[in-house]
């Protein structure tokens, strides 16, 4: 989808995703695993930042990127307001190239929002814009969707796609917001 699709979703308010608080499963992964070594982080597609947020909060370096205009304007508009420090960039996580790839990245629905076609740009992307050794950190909507966006996945497909360039060190069913329960897995795989 294109950056006028994305940026009329804001302009319109038409964005059913938007929950006003971030992916449970981020807050928890974080408050769960205090030991992590912090780091820059990047959160491709990340609307009005709420993920961007925790990992801020938490001390890492986070940037927060979306190719909407408008979603980077709030993001950081809220960022101020909470008086945390993010960078918001906007940019194709897809198409775009790193100054400086990152120690982490974040994916929470934008695997999902993207074209079917685009999802081998999507591992490019990722492999491009981490460290050697970085770390992906990854909610994926197991939704069973083809007339998207969201469109769906299934672990067997994330599996074929990922585990030729990533480790995967871990996976779970993370608390989701009410009206995902159940219909998510996290993912932690580290670059080979
Ligand atoms: C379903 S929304 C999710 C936003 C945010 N992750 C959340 O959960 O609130 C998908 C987001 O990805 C952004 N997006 C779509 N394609 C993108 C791309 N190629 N590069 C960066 N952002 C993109 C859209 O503008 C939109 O903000």
Not at 5 to 26: A, F, N
């Amino acid at each position: 989808m294109s950056e006028c699709y994305w940026e009329e979703r804001y302009q319109t308010g038409d964005m059913p995703w938007e929950k006003g608080e971030p992916s449970p499963g981020v807050v928890d992964f974080i408050a769960d695993n205090p030991e992590l070594p912090r780091g820059t982080v990047l959160v491709p597609g990340c609307g009005t930042g709420h993920d961007v947020r925790v990992w801020a909060k938490a001390g890492f370096q986070a940037t927060g990127m979306d190719l909407a205009p408008s979603a980077m304007r709030l993001a950081h508009e809220r960022t101020v307001a909470a008086n945390l420090k993010a960078e918001f960039v906007q940019g194709d996580f897809l198409r775009d190239t790193p100054k400086q790839p990152f120690d982490w990245l974040f994916e929470h629905t934008l695997f999902c929002a993207i074209q079917l076609e685009e999802r081998n740009l999507y591992v490019e992307a990722v492999k491009r814009w981490l460290k050697p050794s970085g770390n992906f950190v990854a909610v994926f909507y197991m939704i069973d969707e083809k007339d998207g966006p969201p469109f769906g996945t299934k672990r067997d497909e994330l599996v074929k796609r990922f585990s030729p360039h990533f480790d995967l060190v871990k996976e779970w069913v993370p608390r989701s917001y009410p009206n995902r329960t159940g219909l998510e897995l996290m993912m932690w795989w580290r670059r080979k």
